[in-house]
Protein backbone atom coordinates (compact mmCIF):
# COMPACT_ATOMS: atom_id res chain seq x y z
CA UNK A 1 0.00 0.00 0.00
CA UNK A 2 1.05 3.33 -1.07
CA UNK A 3 1.56 5.97 1.42
CA UNK A 4 -0.83 8.91 1.43
CA UNK A 5 1.18 10.88 4.50
CA UNK A 6 4.26 10.53 5.67
CA UNK A 7 5.43 12.67 9.11
CA UNK A 8 8.45 12.79 10.68
CA UNK A 9 9.63 14.75 14.06
CA UNK A 10 7.03 17.04 13.63
CA UNK A 11 7.08 19.83 16.34
CA UNK A 12 5.28 23.29 16.87
CA UNK A 13 5.18 25.44 19.86
CA UNK A 14 3.07 28.33 21.01
CA UNK A 15 4.82 30.48 23.41
CA UNK A 16 5.84 28.21 26.68
CA UNK A 17 3.14 25.39 25.02
CA UNK A 18 4.73 22.03 23.42
CA UNK A 19 1.65 21.99 21.44
CA UNK A 20 3.39 18.99 19.15
CA UNK A 21 6.33 17.55 20.73
CA UNK A 22 8.06 15.07 18.08
CA UNK A 23 5.45 13.59 16.42
CA UNK A 24 5.73 10.83 13.80
CA UNK A 25 3.15 8.71 11.72
CA UNK A 26 2.48 7.22 8.60
CA UNK A 27 -1.04 7.31 6.87
CA UNK A 28 -1.76 4.80 4.00
CA UNK A 29 -3.77 5.71 1.16
CA UNK A 30 -7.20 4.48 1.49
CA UNK A 31 -7.18 3.83 5.63
CA UNK A 32 -9.02 5.58 7.73
CA UNK A 33 -6.54 7.08 10.07
CA UNK A 34 -7.39 8.16 13.50
CA UNK A 35 -5.90 10.77 16.20
CA UNK A 36 -7.55 10.24 19.42
CA UNK A 37 -6.68 12.33 22.71
CA UNK A 38 -8.47 14.76 25.23
CA UNK A 39 -8.53 18.33 24.68
CA UNK A 40 -5.85 20.30 24.42
CA UNK A 41 -3.89 16.92 23.22
CA UNK A 42 -2.48 18.58 19.94
CA UNK A 43 -4.66 17.41 17.69
CA UNK A 44 -6.11 19.93 15.74
CA UNK A 45 -2.49 21.52 15.55
CA UNK A 46 -1.33 18.38 13.52
CA UNK A 47 -4.30 18.73 11.11
CA UNK A 48 -3.96 22.34 10.82
CA UNK A 49 -0.43 21.67 10.00
CA UNK A 50 -1.25 19.20 7.24
CA UNK A 51 -3.62 21.65 5.86
CA UNK A 52 -1.93 24.14 5.29
CA UNK A 53 -3.00 26.44 8.05
CA UNK A 54 -0.39 26.78 10.32
CA UNK A 55 3.17 26.02 9.51
CA UNK A 56 5.41 23.90 11.95
CA UNK A 57 8.53 24.75 13.67
CA UNK A 58 10.50 21.35 12.25
CA UNK A 59 9.84 18.04 11.34
CA UNK A 60 9.58 16.45 7.69
CA UNK A 61 6.06 16.14 5.60
CA UNK A 62 6.15 13.78 2.76
CA UNK A 63 2.31 14.43 1.12
CA UNK A 64 1.12 12.10 -1.51
CA UNK A 65 4.65 11.12 -2.60
CA UNK A 66 5.98 14.73 -2.71
CA UNK A 67 8.08 16.12 0.07
CA UNK A 68 7.67 19.39 1.51
CA UNK A 69 8.81 21.83 4.23
CA UNK A 70 5.12 23.49 3.81
CA UNK A 71 1.54 22.86 2.29
CA UNK A 72 1.31 24.26 -1.19
CA UNK A 73 -1.68 25.27 -3.09
CA UNK A 74 -1.29 22.52 -5.57
CA UNK A 75 -1.07 19.58 -2.53
CA UNK A 76 -4.17 21.40 -1.45
CA UNK A 77 -6.14 20.60 -4.47
CA UNK A 78 -5.98 16.82 -3.51
CA UNK A 79 -7.38 17.60 -0.16
CA UNK A 80 -11.03 18.02 0.90
CA UNK A 81 -10.70 20.11 4.67
CA UNK A 82 -13.80 19.61 6.99
CA UNK A 83 -12.42 22.14 9.75
CA UNK A 84 -13.41 22.13 13.64
CA UNK A 85 -15.79 24.97 13.45
CA UNK A 86 -17.74 25.86 10.34
CA UNK A 87 -18.93 28.98 9.30
CA UNK A 88 -21.64 29.22 6.75
CA UNK A 89 -23.81 32.32 5.14
CA UNK A 90 -27.04 31.73 7.14
CA UNK A 91 -28.92 33.64 4.48
CA UNK A 92 -28.17 31.59 1.04
CA UNK A 93 -29.44 28.14 0.67
CA UNK A 94 -27.90 24.53 0.16
CA UNK A 95 -27.58 24.91 -3.34
CA UNK A 96 -26.26 28.35 -3.33
CA UNK A 97 -23.39 27.62 -0.70
CA UNK A 98 -22.46 24.21 -3.41
CA UNK A 99 -22.09 26.89 -6.43
CA UNK A 100 -20.14 29.40 -4.81
CA UNK A 101 -17.66 26.68 -3.12
CA UNK A 102 -17.28 24.96 -6.38
CA UNK A 103 -15.83 28.69 -8.13
CA UNK A 104 -13.50 28.36 -6.19
CA UNK A 105 -12.01 25.18 -8.10
CA UNK A 106 -11.56 25.16 -11.91
CA UNK A 107 -12.56 21.53 -11.83
CA UNK A 108 -15.47 19.87 -9.43
CA UNK A 109 -17.64 16.97 -9.02
CA UNK A 110 -21.50 17.32 -10.23
CA UNK A 111 -23.36 19.50 -7.02
CA UNK A 112 -26.20 16.79 -7.35
CA UNK A 113 -24.27 13.62 -6.86
CA UNK A 114 -22.48 15.32 -3.85
CA UNK A 115 -25.86 16.25 -2.58
CA UNK A 116 -27.17 13.09 -2.80
CA UNK A 117 -23.65 11.81 -1.06
CA UNK A 118 -24.66 13.72 2.03
CA UNK A 119 -27.96 13.19 2.10
CA UNK A 120 -29.28 16.77 1.71
CA UNK A 121 -31.36 16.35 -1.53
CA UNK A 122 -34.43 17.77 0.51
CA UNK A 123 -32.91 21.02 1.99
CA UNK A 124 -30.82 21.52 -1.23
CA UNK A 125 -33.45 24.66 -1.44
CA UNK A 126 -33.23 25.77 2.10
CA UNK A 127 -31.53 28.48 3.53
CA UNK A 128 -28.68 27.01 5.67
CA UNK A 129 -29.99 28.88 8.88
CA UNK A 130 -32.84 26.14 8.60
CA UNK A 131 -30.06 22.86 8.65
CA UNK A 132 -30.08 21.20 12.14
CA UNK A 133 -26.70 20.41 13.14
CA UNK A 134 -26.18 17.38 11.82
CA UNK A 135 -27.18 18.87 8.15
CA UNK A 136 -24.92 21.41 8.33
CA UNK A 137 -22.21 19.19 9.49
CA UNK A 138 -23.18 17.27 6.49
CA UNK A 139 -23.10 20.45 4.20
CA UNK A 140 -19.47 20.47 5.21
CA UNK A 141 -18.16 17.28 4.58
CA UNK A 142 -20.27 17.80 1.18
CA UNK A 143 -18.32 21.02 0.32
CA UNK A 144 -14.84 19.17 1.10
CA UNK A 145 -15.85 16.50 -0.88
CA UNK A 146 -16.34 18.82 -3.96
CA UNK A 147 -13.23 18.94 -5.29
CA UNK A 148 -12.92 14.96 -5.34
CA UNK A 149 -10.18 15.09 -2.73
CA UNK A 150 -8.10 11.79 -2.28
CA UNK A 151 -7.48 13.13 1.56
CA UNK A 152 -10.19 14.22 3.46
CA UNK A 153 -9.20 15.34 6.86
CA UNK A 154 -12.03 15.74 9.63
CA UNK A 155 -11.77 17.42 12.49
CA UNK A 156 -13.42 16.49 15.46
CA UNK A 157 -16.78 16.08 13.01
CA UNK A 158 -18.97 14.40 15.34
CA UNK A 159 -18.37 17.09 18.27
CA UNK A 160 -21.65 18.26 19.83
CA UNK A 161 -24.08 16.10 17.27
CA UNK A 162 -26.98 13.74 18.62
CA UNK A 163 -26.59 9.76 18.49
CA UNK A 164 -28.75 9.25 15.04
CA UNK A 165 -26.38 12.34 13.20
CA UNK A 166 -23.51 11.06 14.99
CA UNK A 167 -24.36 7.51 12.96
CA UNK A 168 -25.53 9.66 10.07
CA UNK A 169 -21.78 10.75 9.73
CA UNK A 170 -20.47 7.54 10.57
CA UNK A 171 -22.24 5.82 7.65
CA UNK A 172 -20.85 8.82 5.12
CA UNK A 173 -17.25 7.99 6.31
CA UNK A 174 -17.75 4.51 5.87
CA UNK A 175 -18.89 5.53 2.45
CA UNK A 176 -16.05 7.54 1.71
CA UNK A 177 -13.68 4.52 3.54
CA UNK A 178 -15.04 2.46 0.26
CA UNK A 179 -14.57 4.59 -2.56
CA UNK A 180 -10.69 4.28 -1.15
CA UNK A 181 -10.82 7.88 -0.04
CA UNK A 182 -7.81 8.14 2.57
CA UNK A 183 -9.55 9.51 6.18
CA UNK A 184 -7.33 11.73 8.45
CA UNK A 185 -10.07 11.95 11.66
CA UNK A 186 -9.63 13.39 14.93
CA UNK A 187 -11.64 12.46 17.50
CA UNK A 188 -12.56 12.34 21.22
CA UNK A 189 -14.75 9.81 21.30
CA UNK A 190 -13.58 6.23 21.29
CA UNK A 191 -16.55 4.48 20.08
CA UNK A 192 -15.64 6.58 16.61
CA UNK A 193 -12.20 5.51 16.78
CA UNK A 194 -13.04 2.06 17.11
CA UNK A 195 -16.08 1.89 14.84
CA UNK A 196 -14.14 3.94 11.83
CA UNK A 197 -10.23 3.23 12.27
CA UNK A 198 -8.18 1.36 10.24
CA UNK A 199 -5.00 2.72 12.77
CA UNK A 200 -5.54 5.19 15.78
CA UNK A 201 -2.80 6.88 17.29
CA UNK A 202 -3.48 7.94 20.69
CA UNK A 203 -1.90 11.56 22.00
CA UNK A 204 -1.83 13.74 25.28
CA UNK A 205 0.17 17.07 25.65
CA UNK A 206 1.63 16.87 22.05
CA UNK A 207 3.27 13.48 22.12
CA UNK A 208 2.07 10.10 21.10
CA UNK A 209 2.05 7.83 23.81
CA UNK A 210 -0.01 4.73 22.08
CA UNK A 211 -0.37 3.36 18.23
CA UNK A 212 -1.85 0.15 16.93
CA UNK A 213 -5.26 -1.35 15.27
CA UNK A 214 -7.79 -0.70 17.84
CA UNK A 215 -8.10 -4.26 18.37
CA UNK A 216 -4.59 -4.26 18.99
CA UNK A 217 -4.40 -1.36 21.26
CA UNK A 218 -7.37 -3.02 23.31
CA UNK A 219 -5.76 -6.33 23.10
CA UNK A 220 -2.50 -5.04 24.48
CA UNK A 221 -4.09 -4.00 27.64
CA UNK A 222 -3.51 -7.62 28.66
CA UNK A 223 -7.63 -7.55 29.86
CA UNK A 224 -10.40 -9.13 28.85
CA UNK A 225 -13.64 -7.94 31.26
CA UNK A 226 -14.16 -4.83 32.93
CA UNK A 227 -16.69 -4.49 35.65
CA UNK A 228 -17.93 -0.99 36.35
CA UNK A 229 -20.17 0.57 38.93
CA UNK A 230 -20.83 3.72 40.07
CA UNK A 231 -19.41 4.93 43.50
CA UNK A 232 -21.64 4.91 46.69
CA UNK A 233 -21.59 8.26 48.57
CA UNK A 234 -21.44 6.70 51.96
CA UNK A 235 -17.81 4.63 50.92
CA UNK A 236 -14.73 5.85 52.69
CA UNK A 237 -10.85 5.66 52.40
CA UNK A 238 -10.40 2.50 53.91
CA UNK A 239 -13.08 0.29 51.98
CA UNK A 240 -11.63 2.06 48.63
CA UNK A 241 -8.14 0.49 49.74
CA UNK A 242 -9.48 -3.05 50.49
CA UNK A 243 -11.00 -3.17 47.19
CA UNK A 244 -7.73 -2.05 45.97
CA UNK A 245 -5.98 -5.16 47.60
CA UNK A 246 -8.42 -7.56 45.73
CA UNK A 247 -8.31 -5.99 42.26
CA UNK A 248 -5.13 -4.06 42.37
CA UNK A 249 -5.66 -2.36 38.67
CA UNK A 250 -8.62 -0.64 39.80
CA UNK A 251 -9.26 2.78 38.49
CA UNK A 252 -11.63 5.53 39.42
CA UNK A 253 -13.03 7.96 37.40
CA UNK A 254 -15.39 10.89 39.31
CA UNK A 255 -17.91 8.54 40.45
CA UNK A 256 -17.00 5.48 38.87
CA UNK A 257 -15.04 2.11 39.01
CA UNK A 258 -13.61 0.24 36.66
CA UNK A 259 -12.32 -3.29 37.72
CA UNK A 260 -9.62 -4.75 34.89
CA UNK A 261 -10.49 -8.77 35.21
CA UNK A 262 -8.75 -11.84 33.51
CA UNK A 263 -11.67 -13.60 34.66
CA UNK A 264 -15.22 -12.76 35.19
CA UNK A 265 -16.98 -15.12 37.85
CA UNK A 266 -14.41 -15.12 40.70
CA UNK A 267 -14.12 -11.40 40.00
CA UNK A 268 -17.47 -11.01 40.47
CA UNK A 269 -17.74 -13.01 43.70
CA UNK A 270 -14.65 -11.28 45.07
CA UNK A 271 -16.32 -7.86 44.34
CA UNK A 272 -19.95 -8.91 46.09
CA UNK A 273 -18.37 -10.39 49.06
CA UNK A 274 -16.58 -6.75 49.65
CA UNK A 275 -19.73 -4.63 49.04
CA UNK A 276 -22.00 -6.81 51.39
CA UNK A 277 -19.05 -6.95 53.80
CA UNK A 278 -19.59 -3.27 53.81
CA UNK A 279 -22.96 -2.83 52.60
CA UNK A 280 -22.19 -0.98 49.86
CA UNK A 281 -24.68 -0.82 46.94
CA UNK A 282 -23.35 -1.22 43.31
CA UNK A 283 -24.76 1.31 41.12
CA UNK A 284 -25.23 1.15 37.70
CA UNK A 285 -23.32 -2.09 37.59
CA UNK A 286 -22.16 -2.75 34.16
CA UNK A 287 -20.06 -5.73 33.00
CA UNK A 288 -18.10 -4.95 29.13
CA UNK A 289 -15.17 -5.46 27.20
CA UNK A 290 -12.02 -2.75 27.40
CA UNK A 291 -12.31 -0.04 24.80
CA UNK A 292 -9.65 2.24 23.73
CA UNK A 293 -10.88 4.48 26.83
CA UNK A 294 -9.47 2.14 29.36
CA UNK A 295 -6.27 1.87 26.95
CA UNK A 296 -6.01 5.69 27.46
CA UNK A 297 -6.82 5.15 31.15
CA UNK A 298 -4.79 2.94 31.74
CA UNK A 299 -1.64 4.77 29.82
CA UNK A 300 -2.13 8.44 31.25
CA UNK A 301 -4.67 7.49 34.98
CA UNK A 302 -7.29 10.03 32.88
CA UNK A 303 -10.43 9.82 30.92
CA UNK A 304 -10.60 10.97 27.26
CA UNK A 305 -12.89 13.59 27.77
CA UNK A 306 -11.17 15.19 30.94
P1 LIG B 1 -9.34 19.84 21.23
O1 LIG B 1 -9.80 18.42 21.32
O2 LIG B 1 -9.78 20.67 22.40
O3 LIG B 1 -9.59 20.49 19.91
P2 LIG B 1 -6.60 19.35 20.43
O4 LIG B 1 -6.10 18.00 20.77
O5 LIG B 1 -7.04 19.59 19.04
O6 LIG B 1 -7.74 19.79 21.45
P3 LIG B 1 -4.89 21.62 20.02
O7 LIG B 1 -6.04 22.51 19.65
O8 LIG B 1 -3.98 21.19 18.94
O9 LIG B 1 -5.42 20.35 20.81
O10 LIG B 1 -4.06 22.38 21.15
C1 LIG B 1 -2.82 21.88 21.68
C2 LIG B 1 -2.26 22.89 22.67
O11 LIG B 1 -1.83 24.05 21.97
C3 LIG B 1 -3.28 23.38 23.69
O12 LIG B 1 -2.60 23.58 24.91
C4 LIG B 1 -3.77 24.69 23.12
O13 LIG B 1 -4.20 25.56 24.14
C5 LIG B 1 -2.52 25.21 22.44
N1 LIG B 1 -2.83 26.05 21.26
C6 LIG B 1 -3.44 25.63 20.12
N2 LIG B 1 -3.54 26.63 19.23
C7 LIG B 1 -2.99 27.72 19.82
C8 LIG B 1 -2.78 29.09 19.42
N3 LIG B 1 -3.15 29.53 18.23
N4 LIG B 1 -2.17 29.92 20.31
C9 LIG B 1 -1.78 29.48 21.53
N5 LIG B 1 -1.93 28.21 21.96
C10 LIG B 1 -2.53 27.34 21.13
Do not use: C
Not at 18 to 24: E, I, Q
Not at 113 to 135: A, H, N, P, R
Not at 289 to 297: G, H, K, S, T, Y
Amino acid sequence: MDKAIEVRELRKSYGSIKAVDGVSFEVMRGEVFTLLGPNGAGKTTIVEILEGLTEPDSGDLVILGQKLSKITPKIKDRMGVVLQENRFMDRVTVDETFKLFSSFFSKTLPVKDIVKKVSLEEKVGSLVETLSGGQKQRLAIGLALLNDPEIIFLDEPTTGLDPQARRNIWDLIEELKEEKKTIFLTTHYMEEAERLSDFTYIMDHGEIIARGTPAELVSGLDQDNVIEFYLDPSLGVKDLEALGEIFPGYNLQDEKVNLYVKEMGSSFSLLLRWAEERDIKLENLMFRRPNLEDVFIELTGKGLRD
